[in-house]
């Protein structure tokens, strides 16, 4: 089972940033369709994000213009930037992969692994 590592999630003010990473030491992201989901409690997951293999890049409405993805191959890490966050941005954050091309990048069960989640909080 690949184990993937999301990290820098955090409490912090509407209007801040955050930059979230995935990690694993089992993958080589530069091979892999990666995205980022969140789910907010009582709430059903959400796409936030995709990123595929060759570089294509898919956001959700409600992030575009503000979230923004990367990829730092000699880390093998990918990395989620979060700018004016809002309230509505409060979830745990989850990275995901896929080495198969996803048919819809935005959907969750086209990935085969996850991470464990990273909490974001906004406070307004």
């Known amino acids: 089972q690949v184990q993937l590592v999301d990290d820098g999630g955090g409490l912090v003010q509407a209007g801040d940033s955050l930059r979230l990473s995935c990690g694993s030491s089992q993958i080589i992201f530069s091979s892999y369709h990666i995205a980022w989901f969140r789910q907010a409690p009582e709430k059903e997951r959400e796409f936030v994000a995709a990123?595929?293999?060759?570089?294509?890049?898919w956001f959700a409405n409600s992030v575009k213009g503000r979230f923004t993805l990367s990829r730092d191959n000699h880390k093998n890490l990918v990395y989620l930037q979060m700018n004016g966050l809002r309230p509505e941005d409060t979830a745990a954050y989850y990275c995901?992969?896929?080495?198969?091309?996803?048919?819809?990048?935005?959907?969750?069960?086209?990935?085969?692994?996850w991470g464990q989640g990273t909490q974001v909080t906004v406070s307004s």
């Open positions: 990123l595929s293999r060759d570089d294509q890049e």
């Open positions: 995901a992969v896929t080495m198969a091309r996803p048919i819809d990048p935005r959907r969750a069960s086209e990935y085969w692994h």
